[in-house]
């Protein structure tokens, strides 16, 4: 069955620390697509990446990374230098090839960044 | 380009009353999607529409909770004679018609469901 785990309830670092958000999955499907999403505290939900099962290519984007890694069914996101701002809630997600539409979530990582 | 509108932002209801919260997709997407987060929970999919159709309701409650798409206007989330366990937010997403199964999703600003 398909499912997304996000171990880290809560996770809280001083501004300029590095931090790594952790998301395993499972999933029967070879194709597959897997989804980070921020919450911040106003509450709507923003869209960071989308990543396929084919790409294990890994993807900076400014002070925001992505490890895809398929031998352990994970897909961490890392924030360098953190900041005040990236304090959120931050959700992994997955979908799968034939409901493709269908997003399943985490439990989400509340990220807290102390000034 | 707006985004997907969700409205109201805010919804408080008696037990027993009906809710009815709205959503309009971006501009050019005709696809809606329905998403509920419970208090301290991940969101959870109930219900995939295009226009005048459901594709898929398989996370939708069997009863009281319906949702429709009509060929004009948003579309409609409904929850009959609502209780308190229904307190949530609700999240509509959007995306574009797209032949190769490109299902980008783009969601609203949610609508926070409150049951006295």
């Known amino acids: 069955a398909q499912k997304v785990t996000q171990a880290q309830t809560e996770i809280s670092v001083v501004e300029k620390e590095d931090v790594t958000l952790d998301c395993v999955y499972e999933?029967?499907?070879?194709?597959?697509?897997l989804f980070w999403y921020k919450q911040p505290p106003s509450g709507e939900l923003v869209f960071l990446i989308r990543r396929n099962s084919f790409d294990e290519q890994n993807e900076i984007s400014g002070r925001y990374s992505w490890n895809f890694q398929k031998s352990t069914s994970s897909f961490n996101f890392t924030i360098t230098a953190s900041q005040v701002v990236d304090s959120a809630v931050y959700f992994c997600a997955l979908s799968e090839e034939d409901s493709s539409y269908k997003l399943i979530f985490g439990s989400g990582t509340r990220l807290l960044v102390r000034p | 380009n707006a985004g997907v509108m969700q409205n109201p932002r805010h919804l408080v209801r008696r037990r027993g009353q009906e809710a009815r919260l709205r959503c309009s997709p971006m501009k050019g997407h005709s696809h809606v999607y329905w998403y509920r987060q419970l208090p301290e929970e991940g969101l959870k999919f109930m219900v995939y529409?295009?226009?005048?159709?459901?594709?898929?309701e398989s996370g939708m409650p069997k009863e009281r909770f319906s949702a429709e798409f009509p060929k004009e206007g948003p579309s409609i989330l409904r929850i009959q004679q609502v209780v308190r366990g229904d307190s949530a937010a609700y999240f509509c997403?959007?995306?574009?018609?797209?032949?190769?199964?490109?299902?980008?999703?783009?969601f609203g600003p949610g609508t926070r469901l409150t049951v006295l």
């Open positions: 997403a959007s995306s574009p018609s797209d032949r190769w199964g490109n299902y980008e999703q783009f």
């Open positions: 529409l295009q226009k005048e159709n459901i594709i898929d």
């Open positions: 999933t029967r499907d070879t194709t597959y697509y």
